[in-house]
């Protein structure tokens, strides 16, 4: 496997090379959580660019192998993570399932989509990690339905204090191809981001609750 920053360079370049990065400061996105950002990575897109799309599959496959060993399922987050999990399970001849953010109103009222049974291992794949919250409760979910979740894989994290503490509190070891720092050092090496941009990009990340204000 490559050295795991080269690998950071590698998908932060390709992120920012098919304009996955979204920066806005003067209007902020809103994440899931609720919270206010200048910058929003919409890891999606990669799907659309085959080699970008084959690059993240095989890093997944490698650090999947190299951190947890062999595994019986792969899980996807619904639903940004369903077809980068799918792609990762199949290289690996393993099952998939996904897993929703709630129990479906109708139908079955399933939660998790697909096979899985009590005392499987489990790695959970991830898009994108921000708060953590809505991550972890794909874990939760696996963990109630007997499964043995080995940890978790994401494509980006930014890397922010709160997402590591709820990874932490829930006992879930996560791992990423790409984070907020080596996003940032090679957006300034690119020109992609001004000065002005990079200093608020900075305040964000020290204290995202105070520069919301």
């Known amino acids: 496997m490559e050295n795991r920053e080269v690998i950071a360079q590698n998908v932060s370049d390709y992120l920012l090379q098919i304009n996955a990065i979204k920066l806005n400061v003067a209007n902020p996105f809103t994440w899931a959580s609720g919270m206010k950002s200048p910058i929003y990575c919409d890891n999606r897109v990669t799907l659309s660019y085959p080699q970008v799309r084959t690059y993240i599959r095989q890093q997944f496959v490698e650090l999947i192998n190299e951190q947890f060993g062999d595994v019986d399922v792969i899980a996807g987050v619904a639903t ?122 900075v305040k964000w990340r020290e204290n995202p609750q105070e520069w919301a204000k």
């Open 80 to 201: 940004g993570a369903i077809a980068q999990g799918a792609l990762v399970a199949q290289e690996l001849g393993k099952p998939f399932v996904y897993i929703r953010s709630s129990q479906k109103a109708h139908g079955l009222t399933n939660q998790i989509e697909g096979k899985i049974e009590e005392g499987q291992s489990v790695v959970v794949v991830e898009d994108l990690v921000s708060t953590g919250k809505s991550s972890l409760l794909a874990v939760d979910a696996l963990r109630e339905a007997g499964a043995n979740v080995k940890g978790m894989v994401a494509i980006f994290t930014y890397n922010l204090e709160v997402a590591k503490e709820n990874f932490t509190n829930k006992e879930c070891e996560l791992y990423t191809l790409a984070d907020y720092d080596t996003m940032i050092r090679k957006a300034v090496e690119s020109n992609y981001i001004s000065e002005s941009d990079i200093q608020s990009l």
